[in-house]
């Protein structure tokens, strides 16, 4: 098993930054790829970013690249992701996942940390 704990919602003002961190605890030695989700008020949870645990290989949502960016550090078990020029339409719920297998759905989730951007 493995747990996950987000950290580093909060409010910003558009165009400001948040960073938010995801710890991973428990059978780490087991992760393939962590990611981080997201769902808006109304709306389905979205992909917005993962990096895969063993080289830092990512992928980015079109509508984050350039202004998110996803690493991780494999001595903490940590995996953050540095949110930049921020927009209304990022406000939501954002949570830290993780995979165990190339295609293989995100079996552990965090609770969530909610990101709100006032226009």
């Known amino acids: 098993q493995v747990q996950l704990v987000e950290s580093g919602g909060g409010w910003v003002q558009a165009g400001g930054s948040l960073r938010l961190s995801c710890t991973a605890s428990?059978?780490?030695?087991?992760?393939?790829?962590m990611g981080w989700f997201r769902r808006a008020p109304g709306k389905a949870r979205e992909f917005v970013a993962s990096?895969?645990?063993?080289?830092?290989?990512?992928d980015y949502l079109n509508s984050v690249k350039g202004r998110f960016t996803i690493s991780r550090d494999n001595a903490k078990n940590t995996v953050s992701l540095q949110m930049n020029f921020l927009k209304f339409e990022d406000t939501a719920d954002y949570y830290c996942?993780?995979?165990?297998?190339?295609?293989?759905?995100?079996?552990?989730w965090g609770q969530g940390t909610q990101v709100t951007v006032s226009s």
């Open positions: 990096v895969r645990w063993s080289d830092g290989s990512t």
């Open positions: 428990g059978r780490t030695d087991s992760m393939y790829r």
């Open positions: 996942a993780g995979q165990v297998a190339y295609g293989q759905p995100y079996q552990y």
